[in-house]
């Protein structure tokens, strides 16, 4: 048993207009609270389009709930002639507690790489936000067993300048990219597996105390049918979920198999 706290991250992608996303957390709130859902025990966190932030924000805030909010993306720039480019004092400003960087769609279809999400993890961490940082190997990588040394050496790649520091406030999601969308999910033994190697080179990198404090998330067609099992795993601390996430009833139960 470790002591960090669990995490069940929602990422809604481009899905829910700002109507849609206040029903939604209007809901997830009831559910939650319906089911006496315990927050210090495994935390919770939604990650609208950006033009759904400052409705979440307002609702979050006059109900109080104790649903945490992020950004799907995230500028390198603090301001200026980038059009398009929300920046890390904007999303701060709207409460987000989180960014989601090196997200596979991202780094497709913008694409951004490595140098580009260690300036949006710096951003992140400026402003106070965690940064959840996506890595994970794709089919060609695992069928040529490469899989464990792909995804410890983007964590790498994009941590190895952070001080002890900043380094423990980040959170790691192993997203094979393989396994997201398409319903093939992880065996448990490989997300563990994954997560251990990422903890392991954290220690190696930073100190033992930097790799027991970062949480290391699973994402790639979790559902309420595979939870229980990934959510066994030692080094397995939560999960980053896009599809299931959609559906209020499945994401109320697997937050409550966390
Ligand atoms: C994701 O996009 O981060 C993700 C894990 O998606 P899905 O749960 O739909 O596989």
């Known amino acids: 048993m470790n002591a960090r706290i669990p995490m069940v991250?929602?990422?809604?992608?481009?899905?829910?207009d700002h109507i849609e996303a206040t029903a939604f957390?209007?809901?997830?709130?009831?559910n939650l609270k319906n089911a006496h859902f315990n927050f210090r025990r495994c935390e919770v966190a939604l990650f609208p389009s950006f033009t759904s932030l400052r409705s979440v924000q307002v609702l979050v805030q006059s109900d109080k709930l104790k649903i945490h909010y992020g950004a799907q993306a995230i500028s390198v720039t603090s301001q200026g002639a980038f059009t398009g480019d929300v920046s890390a004092d904007m999303l701060a400003a709207l409460g987000c507690s989180y960014v989601i960087v090196g997200h596979s769609e991202r780094r497709k279809y913008h694409p951004e790489d490595d140098a580009d999400i260690v300036d949006q993890v710096r951003a992140a961490l400026a402003d106070g936000m965690q940064p959840i940082?996506?890595?994970?190997?794709?089919?060609e990588e695992r069928r040529q067993?490469?899989?464990l040394d792909f995804a410890v050496g983007q964590v790498r790649d994009v941590t190895r300048d952070l001080s002890d520091e900043e380094a423990s406030r980040l959170?790691?999601?192993?997203?094979?990219?393989?396994a997201i969308g398409t319903g093939m999910v992880a065996t448990p033994q490989s997300a563990q597996d994954a997560a251990h190697a990422i903890r392991e080179d954290l220690k190696a990198t930073f100190n033992d105390q930097v790799a027991q404090t970062v949480r290391i998330l699973y994402g790639g067609?979790?559902?309420?049918?595979?939870a229980v099992e990934l959510i066994g795993q030692e080094d397995v601390d939560g999960f980053l979920i896009g599809g299931a996430a959609l559906h209020v009833d499945e994401l109320t139960t697997i937050c409550k198999q966390v």
């Open 9 to 16: 991250a929602g990422n809604w992608k481009m899905n829910f």
């Open 25 to 30: 957390v209007q809901k997830f709130a009831w």
């Open 133 to 139: 940082l996506c890595v994970g190997e794709s089919f």
């Open 145 to 147: 067993g490469i899989e």
């Open 171 to 178: 959170i790691v999601a192993y997203e094979p990219v393989w």
């Open 221 to 226: 067609s979790v559902t309420s049918k595979n």
